[in-house]
């Protein structure tokens, strides 16, 4: 019996028919236009909203020394900060160090305020970066980012200048002038209240600390109206 071999043209689904099974390569016009980098996206964010100088990445990052300086310390003793008082300057979180800007040249001071705290020779792991340092930029409120993602959880308003919202070193009679009641501390009672929470850290090893469970603790605290309340320890 004589054998009916189908003709090439019927064994093969025409080019079209592979496009539209999702077997095939997308058509040219399908292919969607390039989009920019998102590191260039969070630059130009700092850039513009922000005023702020940026080092291209990735990751990209904030350069300090500029407008603002950094006081790095473990995420358990800045989320006891964050509880003790309601107004800091800006302040991010970077997997399991939190850091907080204070005025630009306040990196400077932070081993004599330390000595004349007497917390001098002391391992507080507290430590402050300056001029040409740099921190990894937190990604804008709203944003996505994985969670090895540096995060505002004080975030800096776009628009205002943010040195007016830093701690300041006022000299050393600022700590008694200020009884902590609800203003932003000078940088001497920062200092101070950071070195009591790194060495309370260190002792009382916590739980790494995210942004998600110290943000219902700031909720709570505004709708209770208590933000802000409880003064900085000294030891």
């Keep these: 019996m004589a054998l009916t071999v189908p003709s090439p043209e019927l064994s093969a689904p025409p080019p079209s028919s592979r496009l539209r099974s999702g077997r095939g390569d997308p058509p040219a016009q399908a292919v969607p236009p390039p989009r920019a980098a998102p590191g260039r996206s969070l630059a130009q964010w700092y850039e513009r909203e922000l005023g702020w100088a940026v080092a291209p990445g990735p990751p990209v990052r904030l350069l300090t020394g500029l407008r603002f300086d950094v006081l790095d310390m473990p995420a358990p003793a800045g989320a006891a900060l964050l509880s003790r008082y309601a107004r800091t300057g800006p302040v991010a979180l970077m997997g399991r160090r939190m850091r907080f800007l204070v005025a630009a040249g306040g990196a400077e001071e932070l081993p004599g305020l330390l000595d004349w705290l007497e917390w001098g020779g002391v391992d507080l792991d507290l430590s402050a970066v300056g001029a040409d340092g740099r921190i990894t930029a937190p990604v804008p409120p709203g944003w996505d980012g994985s969670r090895e993602t540096a995060?505002?959880?004080?975030?800096?308003e776009p628009g205002c200048e943010v040195e007016a919202t830093l701690p300041a070193f006022a000299g050393f009679a600022g700590r008694a002038a200020d009884g902590g009641g609800g203003g932003t501390p000078?940088?001497?009672?920062?200092?101070?209240?950071a070195a009591t929470e790194c060495h309370r850290a260190r002792l009382f090893p916590t739980k790494s600390v995210t942004g998600s469970a110290i943000a219902p603790r700031r909720a709570d605290a505004k709708r209770s109206g208590n933000a802000g309340t409880q003064p900085f320890a000294f030891s």
């Design 151 to 156: 995060v505002w959880l004080r975030p800096p």
């Design 186 to 193: 000078d940088l001497v009672r920062l200092v101070a209240a």
